[in-house]
């Protein structure tokens, strides 16, 4: 068998090529490239997609979680050095967007089987300095929502929600995107839903938190359509991080086949739940509530490095998601001490393997006989 990647982004992206170049050409000729029609049609698709009310769309998912944040900061309702409730095991930029808005994470270890942040674990780190909880879907999967918000609820917390790898994921048949106070979407070109570049959105049903992520993302200028209404009044201290219209256009173009795709997703997870039989790989767990986006689909292994090292020697690509937690990355030493052995624990075995929609049957079958035959 040829080399089987772990993504395949030139031959999934071949088929959006001509319009690309369509695309191109009718915004060239335009003479409007950053935050046009393109962009307002895209954020209006997609909140209606995801069942919000409203859309910002925004340069990456960074961005959008650190103005999200601001915009309850300019709301008053978080104040500088606040603390926000965050998982342990996640990708770095989750963290780094909190620290970039002045408030401080606190860590909390996940559920064991499922590696979204412990609800559970979330009640006990609690206290009066607690503002935020930063719910991540970790691989497309949701994290406990809905008992997230009863917290948040019952002690007046607002809830962020990293949705980057978690386009078009469910939870009791509502879409991601439409249950949290903000939820932070990525247009990374690896992602679900990828641009030609970087890009991200935000949506939410707050009209208050949307007016004013709109103004943040243009230097916190008085939001404008038409460029003659544009009166250049900065009423907050805002930062460049704007969706151009090239990107707006394609993602509008991949929204729209984006539902065949996530099926192609689910169809090679249901194949890989059927067909790995190796007692050596713990395969992931899944609530049955949930409708699982399959961004990544991530194994566990005691002997991981060893499972992989197997893989590549029978041209099989795969992936850590990830190797290093936050709270040991240099980044972030002041954390380096902190108790989170199931974190670390989870970061020495987990490898993904790969689920792109152009993976091919016969790819799909080798990669699932090289695992079965691994001891």
Known sequence: MKNIKF????AFNKKYEKNFIKSF??????????????ARNFEKEYAKYCGSKYCVGVGNCFDALKLSFISYQILGEIKTGDEVLVPANTYIASILAVTAANLKPVFVEPDNETFNINVKNIRKKINKKTKAILAVDLYGQPAELFEIKKLAKKYKLKVIEDAAQAHGAKINNKKIGSI???TCFSFFPGKNIGAFGDAGAVTTNDAKVYRIIKSLRNYGEQDFINLK????????KGVNSRLDELQAAILSLKLKTYPSELKRRQFISKYYFKNIKNNLIKLPSVNKKFSHAWHLFVVRCAKRDKLKLHLKKHNVQSMIHYPIPPHKQSALKEYKKLPLKLTEKISKEILSLPIYPTLKNQELKFIVKTLNKFK
């Open 7 to 10: 993504y395949n982004l030139p």
């Open 25 to 38: 050409k009718k915004i060239n000729n335009s003479g409007r490239y950053i935050i046009g029609d393109n």
């Open 180 to 182: 949290s106070d903000v």
């Open 229 to 236: 209404d544009r009166k250049y009044k900065n009423i907050y």
